[in-house]
């Protein structure tokens, strides 16, 4: 039996992974569907910033030009910053993608036509950059605005994201961070903000190589040396440059998309350490670097970074990103989960409620397992005493118990892999294995006869997917099956205990494979 006393404290717990959570584009964040989504997550699992995609498209009318001139347009990007300010939340800023009146070549990425050619002149977008860091500073005050963040582009080492080559995209950087901090040098930039860690050197040259990929030639991908991309890279172009880094940013999912044998592109996950190991990978490259205090911040995340993963809508992944949050919650700044909502278009609107969309809550509001894996994070208290495979545990504010048990079966050592839509029956398969785990835990050092309250969330309580299924899975729900799913998915079991006379509880209990409960003491 292993005891855990309140008075034994390990130092502070900072919820750091409550930072920043993801979202599509920024005009969607101008939904009345998706400010509602926004403001619950902010108010259930207490979500700080949003970043999105998109802030400069076309679709927000920033810049048009007429005769000589550029013209500036902030108003759907005030209107959006503040509606999320309404939320009680903060932009976590994305400079990107190229105004179509600034940009070199027509190439273009999602149905929405993001351009993602390099501006063929620099100049302009440092203008571009400066009128709209004067226009915030403005509008919001320098106070404010020096508590945001501001990262250069999304996934440039990507030729989906980002047509130029790597020094290309460092002299964006540099016109960036340069036309900012000229204005307000307080004011967080950062970068480069790539994609997924690779075994390779498809991206170690100026654009990336896919001949060098090896993902699948590998013997054992989990034991090969995956490494981030650009970041070492850029460290030294930027102190070779004499720019500042407040941030560096990268994408660690545990998953990498290659060609294999036959050239059909695909994506593998890892093992399920994969995201841990990559973000100590990081943190011992910094602390080498020419800026080893510049903050850890991990833009974007997730068990996949696939809209179309039938695994997201399921236990599993959501005790996975639980389990990782948790394992490495001492490697990063922010860890940011890739998204809040279901409210995201890159591959266009999902063909039915349920499609593995990268969402916490799915189109018509109905929340997921993931929802409740962070709405018990947020539950857990500021003050450390135990953090180990299974279990966290910690002291409110007011000294009293908030842990949660969790439990990633030993049996399954990869992480949970894609199952693109409409395989929810696959998906189902691997929430059916692995066997229960008995926990046996005494903890000491509460009120006497101090109220417990217990929260179960497994694959039959707490999700919706159940009842999903009974419905036939229907593509586009009645009013009355969405509040149906809305009460199911919503429907955790929970339990009341108490401590004794002397202020011990003892939880004795068989914990589901797939599953969690949450611990606190009234």
């Known amino acids: 039996m292993k005891t855990i006393a309140l008075e034994e404290t390990k130092g502070p717990f900072p919820h750091t992974w409550e930072y920043c959570v993801g979202a599509g584009r920024a005009q969607e964040g101008l939904r009345a569907q998706w400010q509602k989504q926004l403001a619950f997550v902010n108010q259930t699992c207490g979500f700080q910033t949003v970043r999105f995609h998109g802030l400069f498209h076309e679709d927000m009318f920033v810049i048009s030009k007429s005769e000589q001139d550029f013209t500036y347009n902030w108003q759907y990007i005030d209107s959006l910053f503040d509606a999320i300010m309404d939320c009680h939340m903060k932009p976590f800023v994305e400079l990107g993608f190229c105004p179509e ?128 991309v650009w970041v070492e890279d850029f460290l030294l172009w930027c102190h070779q440059h004499k720019l500042p880094v407040d941030f560096i940013s990268c994408h660690p999912y545990p998953t990498d998309f290659a060609f294999d044998e036959n050239n059909k592109k695909k994506g593998l996950s890892r093992k399920v350490s994969a995201t841990v190991d990559d973000l100590q990978e990081v943190d011992a490259l910094l602390k080498k670097s020419p800026y080893p205090n510049a903050q850890r911040y991990f833009t974007e995340w997730s068990s996949s970074p696939s809209s179309r993963d039938c695994s997201h809508d399921y236990m599993p992944a959501a005790v996975y990103v639980m389990k990782t949050l948790l394992e490495s919650a001492n490697l990063y700044d922010c860890l940011s989960y890739w998204t809040f909502t279901d409210v995201f278009e890159e591959m266009g609107a999902g063909n039915s409620a349920f499609h593995g969309g990268l969402g916490m809550i799915n189109f018509q509001g109905i929340v997921k397992p993931v929802w409740h894996a962070f709405r018990f994070l947020h539950n857990l208290g500021t003050t450390l005493l135990c953090n180990e495979e299974g279990l966290i545990a910690t002291t409110t504010e007011e000294k009293k118990l908030s842990a949660i048990v969790y439990h990633y079966p030993h049996s399954f050592q990869q992480t949970v892999p894609i199952h693109y839509y409409p395989d929810f029956d696959g998906a189902q398969a691997i929430e059916e294995t692995g066997s ?57 079991t929970i339990k009341k205990a108490g401590a004794d006379e002397k202020g011990r509880y003892h939880l004795s209990q068989t914990i589901k494979a797939w599953s969690f409960v949450s611990i606190r003491e009234q």
């Open 101 to 228: 009146i600034l940009a070199s070549g027509d190439k273009t990425q999602f149905w929405w036509k993001a351009n993602i050619t390099p501006p063929k002149d620099l100049a302009q977008w440092g203008a571009l950059i400066s009128e709209f860091i004067s226009h915030l500073l403005h509008r919001f005050g320098k106070e404010e605005i020096e508590s945001w963040h501001f990262e250069v582009w999304n996934e440039p080492n990507l030729k989906g994201f980002w047509s130029g080559t790597k020094t290309e995209y460092f002299k964006l950087y540099q016109t960036s961070v340069e036309a900012i901090k000229k204005i307000d040098s307080n004011i967080p930039v950062g970068g480069p903000a790539t994609s997924n860690f690779v075994p390779d050197q498809r991206f170690a040259g100026e654009k990336e190589d896919i001949t060098l990929q090896a993902t699948f030639s590998l013997a054992n991908i989990d034991k090969a040396v995956w490494k981030p």
């Open 436 to 492: 229960p785990l008995t926990k046996d835990i005494l903890f000491t050092g509460l009120k006497p006869h101090a109220t417990i309250i217990l929260e179960y969330v497994d694959a039959q309580h707490g999700s919706a997917m159940p009842l999903y299924k009974q419905m036939g899975r229907p593509s586009s729900p009645s009013r009355k099956e969405i509040a149906a799913l809305k009460a199911a998915a919503r429907a955790t």
